[in-house]
């Protein structure tokens, strides 16, 4: 680990790679298994990667910026306002504002 964001997440490089616009966070899971990516989308959508690097399921709370809602789930499950990622892969949550 090389540094830490204000929220706590994890940051393996110090250096911006390409042009990610808007880079800040509007979804969460907080889990000490799960660590989270958040890519932007076309519009006002973005998908949030949580990835499992450990033997058995992560779930955790998902916490979503004022206006944004889920969208989609294209990878791993979401119950009563939790999200889980299987052993050793990841989910795929679509956001969307509005």
């Keep these: 680990m090389l540094a ?3 929220d706590g997440n994890l ?3 110090r250096h911006r790679l390409g042009d990610a616009g808007d880079t800040s966070r509007v979804a969460s899971a907080r889990h000490p298994r799960l660590g989270s990516i958040e890519h932007a989308l076309a519009g ?5 990667v949580p990835v499992d690097a450990a ?5 955790a709370p998902l916490r979503l910026a004022a206006g944004w809602s889920v969208a989609a789930v294209h990878r791993g499950s979401r119950a ?8 050793f892969d990841a ?8």
């Design 4 to 6: 830490a964001e204000p």
């Design 11 to 13: 940051v393996l490089t």
């Design 44 to 48: 006002d959508r973005r998908v949030l």
């Design 55 to 59: 033997p058995g399921e992560a779930t």
């Design 80 to 87: 009563g306002g939790a999200i889980g990622a299987a052993a």
């Design 91 to 98: 989910a795929a949550i679509e956001i969307a504002r509005g």
